[in-house]
């Protein structure tokens, strides 16, 4: 299985507040709607100076699931989204050992 890791730091201007509601409750419809898209976790870094507000995985098969979820309408929707309400954004590809 395929996790991608997305670290979200919110805009400027964007409250901590605002911003943990966006990415919590609005940011998490176009996730629902990712062709291919296993499990959705969002977590809100605490206070207000931490290098990111949020870390977002998204779990998906394999490689072409997550390119074809991301290249698709609501992928692109998805990412628009998100770049309206962020700074910054960075993307790990990464592959999940449960160690516990």
Same mark, same amino acid.
Request: hydrophobic residues 45%; negative net charge; proline residues 2%.
């Given at each position: 299985?395929? %996790?991608?890791?997305? *670290?979200? !730091?919110?805009?400027?201007?964007? +409250?901590?507040?605002?911003? @943990?509601?966006?990415?919590?409750?609005?940011?998490?419809?176009?996730?629902? %709607?990712?062709?291919? *898209?296993? !499990?959705?976790?969002?977590?809100? +870094?605490?206070?207000?100076? @931490?290098?990111?507000?949020?870390?977002?995985?998204?779990?998906?098969?394999?490689?072409?699931?997550?390119?074809?979820?991301?290249?698709?309408?609501?992928?692109?929707?998805?990412? @628009?989204?998100?770049?309206?309400?962020?700074?910054?954004?960075?993307?790990?590809?990464?592959?999940?050992?449960?160690?516990?």
């Amino acid at each position: 299985m395929l %996790k991608v890791m997305s *670290l979200l !730091k919110r805009a400027d201007g964007l +409250s901590k507040e605002d911003f @943990a509601r966006w990415v919590v409750e609005e940011h998490v419809e176009f996730a629902r %709607k990712l062709p291919g *898209l296993r !499990k959705y976790t969002v977590s809100v +870094s605490e206070g207000e100076d @931490a290098a990111f507000d949020s870390v977002n995985a998204l779990y998906f098969d394999d490689e072409p699931a997550r390119a074809a979820a991301f290249g698709s309408e609501h992928g692109k929707a998805a990412a @628009a989204d998100a770049a309206a309400h962020t700074s910054r954004r960075v993307h790990l590809l990464t592959t999940e050992y449960e160690q516990l």
